[in-house]
């Protein structure tokens, strides 16, 4: 298969652990017999930087035009880097939200998977005992205070400002339908989660939600409001099958996901639209205390890139080969120092970013 994929390397260690994606992609392709052309394009500080912006309307058309997007991350130390002086709208993060919804990303698909192999590695590894945990947190992208009217003014003679959190009913049925079609190739359990003991768009959500379930008899539905999710999630992440939230919840959530699978390092994500494009990301930042170091965990961004193989490009066997390959690699000790458990560092081999990358590329194969 030729497959047109346009990059997004971005900054901080974005294009470390792009580089390595495009290694183990490189590889699936020598093996499986496939090509991928794939072109860069510009998103975050390092437009800002060339362009004076921080998402061009060509690198837009050149995102449209490929079969996916693979991107790395984007953004600076939020504290000291001077795109942060910048208004709002030209800086990194404005660049991606851009992206989202122009290409209409409102599903992001957020697996969290605690390898057998990195037991040890899962701060909770008390809770999860024997049982680890395997959920997908689906998350409303192009909706919710993300992409609400927003405004600071003067009144009464301060400063207020506002965030608007709007969701309408079909937004709230598409993703629905999305988390309910996954959850019936996963385990057929559906827990809806959000603030209706508060929220108006909560409850609209719910509504919707149970409205969408009546299509899915096969499929069990339950609620959870955000703050038990989130204690939830370290009391007993096996609970968890499908999680459909809305934008922000899902942001906060996934990160705390993340760490429990031992490092937001691990963390892969898709965001699709109702077509085969997708773009695919860590769910992690540009780390910017890390970058340039080459001790960056590129195993989301890999996985990412499977995800895209499997989503995007119908690639199965190839996605299988990229998640057996890291499993394989963990189970044999190599480990980023994010997944070094302190105290343990001797029981493993410490391993950099492209060191990674060769040895999981290296694992490669067609059987
Ligand atoms: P972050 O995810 O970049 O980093 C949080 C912590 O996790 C840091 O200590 C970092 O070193 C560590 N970390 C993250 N990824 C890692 C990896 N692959 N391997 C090892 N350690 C890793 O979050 P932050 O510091 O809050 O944000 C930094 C910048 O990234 C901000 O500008 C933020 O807006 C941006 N950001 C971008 C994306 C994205 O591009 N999708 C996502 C989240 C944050
Ligand atoms: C993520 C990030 C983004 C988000 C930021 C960088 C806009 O945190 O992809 O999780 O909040 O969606
Ligand atoms: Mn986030």
């Known amino acids: 298969m030729k497959m047109n994929v346009t990059c997004i390397p971005g900054d901080g260690i974005g294009p470390e652990i792009v580089t390595e994606a495009k290694k183990v992609l490189d590889k699936v392709c020598a093996v499986f017999g496939h090509e991928i ?3 860069d394009i510009l998103m975050g500080g390092c437009s800002i930087d060339a362009c004076g912006e921080p998402l061009t309307d060509q690198a837009i058309a050149d995102a449209k035009a490929a079969d996916a997007v693979l991107m790395g991350s984007i953004g600076g130390n939020t504290s000291t880097s001077p795109w942060y002086k910048l208004p709002p709208h030209l800086r990194p993060e404005a660049g991606l939200l851009k992206l989202r919804k122009s290409l209409n990303l409102f599903a992001n698909l957020r697996p969290a998977y605690l390898y057998p192999e990195l037991k040890d590695a899962c701060p909770l590894k008390e809770a999860t005992g024997e049982k680890g945990f395997d959920m997908l947190i689906m998350r409303e992208l192009t909706g ?14 301060e400063m207020v400002a506002t965030d608007t959190l709007v969701y309408k009913e079909s937004e709230i049925r598409r993703i629905a339908v999305k988390a309910f079609d996954v959850a019936r190739k996963r385990r057929k359990n559906v827990i809806s989660v959000d603030k209706a003991n508060v929220l108006d768009s909560s409850r609209l959500w719910r509504k919707v939600v149970e409205e969408v379930a009546l299509d899915y008899p096969d499929v069990t539905l339950s609620h959870m409001l955000v703050d038990n999710c ?19 919840f899902g942001d906060i959530l996934s990160d705390e996901a993340s760490m429990i699978t031992g490092s937001i390092g691990m963390l892969p994500s898709a965001s699709l639209n109702d077509s085969s494009f997708g773009l695919y990301e860590p769910s992690h930042g540009s780390a910017p205390d890390i970058a340039g170091q080459n001790i960056a965990n590129p195993i989301a961004t890999i996985l990412s890139a499977a995800m895209m193989l499997r989503y995007s490009f119908n690639l199965d066997k190839e996605a299988d080969a990229i998640e057996e390959a890291v499993k394989e690699i963990l189970k044999d000790g190599y480990r980023s120092v994010d997944l070094m458990p302190k105290g343990c560092e001797d029981k493993f081999t410490k391993t950099t970013c492209s060191q990674m990358g060769d040895l999981i590329a290296g694992r490669i194969t067609n059987c």
Do not use: C, H, I, W
């Open 144 to 157: 919710g205070l993300y992409f609400g009217d927003r405004k600071t003014e003067e009144v009464d003679g």
């Open 37 to 39: 052309e794939y072109k």
């Open 230 to 248: 989130a204690m939830q999630l370290v009391k007993d992440p096996s609970q968890f099958d499908v999680v459909l939230t809305e934008n922000m």
